[in-house]
């Protein structure tokens, strides 16, 4: 007669458990709505990892005596079925008023070069329009070279942010920037204004508008006097993307969703 040991069982389901996930993770994509595609290797290995060590726990499940398995095991089955109920969805306005906006960004890591590149490659005419592949490039260069783009024409696409600390009738539009994880997420994009606007916060628009400058009004960015904003003239509203990060590369240049 077969006799199956309990708590090897057991702890056989939870590695089966977070084995089924991790792979669903990875082959979905959903992943990337935790981390950088790039840091996608480390859970590939930790994979492979748990496939073995549930192969190896397979013949202990009929193991009856000496049993090593700890009660303390049991504290995994609720991280397990909290993956399994909750669906990511990616982080929300909610938690990004948490951090709030910065007129700041990151330093600037592309070269000149570079980073005119993408925003000539980008213009049609005397319309520029962003894209996942060059997001970060142009908001970049906008802010650090305001007055050049000055009264240029742009198409933007996001998420509507504002706070009690804009001024009225303006908000950013903008992308989350992922450069490890979802932790270290920021948001980064373009003041907009637009007379008796009704949008309201976490709504995905396409906007087009006339390049121009304003007073800073972010109290904690005492470097820069003035920031680009852009004079809305359209605004359509867009599906939410299925990843809604932009993940740098190494460079510091971004990346889109893979």
């Known amino acids: 007669m077969i006799r199956i040991n309990v708590k090897e069982l057991k702890w056989f389901l ?21 981390i950088h595609p790039r840091m996608t290797i480390y859970m590939d ?15 202990k499940i009929f193991k009856v005596e000496g049993s090593h398995v ?7 089955l609720l991280p397990l079925l909290l993956v399994y109920i909750v669906n990511p969805q990616g982080l929300n306005g909610i938690i990004i ?10 330093a600037v890591t592309t070269t000149a070069s570079k980073s005119e590149e ?27 070279n305001t007055n050049k783009y000055k009264w240029k024409k742009i198409t933007i696409g996001g998420f509507i942010y504002k706070d009690e600390t804009f001024p009225k009738d303006t908000f950013v539009v903008g ?30 628009v396409e906007v087009t508008g006339i390049i121009d400058v304003i007073p800073n009004f972010d109290k904690d960015d ?37």
Do not use: H
């Open 70 to 76: 700890k009660r303390a095991s049991t504290i995994f």
């Open 118 to 144: 993408s925003v000539t490659s980008a213009s049609q005419g005397n319309l520029i329009k962003l894209t996942e592949k060059n997001y970060y490039d142009i908001v970049n260069n906008i802010k650090y």
């Open 222 to 258: 005492p470097v820069n006097k003035t920031i680009p904003v852009i004079k809305v003239t359209s605004v359509n509203p867009i599906a939410k993307p299925s990843n809604p990060y932009i993940y740098m590369k190494g460079s510091g240049r971004s990346l889109g969703p893979a």
């Open 45 to 59: 290995f930790s994979l492979f990892i748990l496939i073995i060590l549930s192969l190896l726990q397979v013949k």
């Open 97 to 106: 008023s948490q951090k709030g906006y910065s007129t700041d960004s990151y």
């Open 175 to 204: 992308r989350l920037i992922i450069i490890c994880c979802a932790a270290d997420a920021e948001l980064t994009g373009i003041v907009f204004q637009m007379n008796n606007s009704t949008l309201q916060n976490d709504q995905w």
């Open 14 to 34: 939870i590695l089966v458990g977070f084995t089924y996930y991790i792979f669903y993770l990875i082959s979905t994509k959903k992943l990337y709505l935790f």
